[in-house]
């Protein structure tokens, strides 16, 4: 891992301790394990502690970027999985929540 960086198990304990509910948007950086998370290497890269977080706090929405690769939009039961496009792509994600339901799609700068 990177210097200073946490392990799984530290980011899943402090995250567990976050108020996280049916309600909430989630903004990550690192992507959730198996989702938008392979190298141009096809390395998957994902986080196994924020794929449990989504699982079992089931969010409205998660929100990530960091692989440059990918960008997309995938249900995950109850909560939308949201992976942000790169900079460089001048894509932009339009996002709508009505009735606790939220829609998505990416639109160009």
């Known amino acids: ?15 567990s301790d976050l108020p996280i509910d049916e309600n909430t948007l989630l903004m990550l950086h690192c992507p959730p394990k198996g989702y938008f998370d392979t190298t141009p290497k096809g390395d998957s890269v994902g986080s196994d502690s924020r794929f449990r977080i989504i699982q079992e706090k089931k969010p409205l929405a998660a ?7 990918h960008s997309g939009i995938f249900e995950l039961g109850h909560t939308t999985l949201i992976k942000l496009p790169a900079a460089n792509t001048m894509q932009a994600c339009a996002v709508s929540i009505t009735d606790k339901k939220i829609s998505a799609e990416f639109i160009s700068l």
């Open 63 to 69: 929100f990530f970027g960091h692989i440059h690769e």
């Open 1 to 15: 891992g990177t210097y200073g960086e946490l392990t799984e198990e530290e980011i899943y304990k402090q995250m």
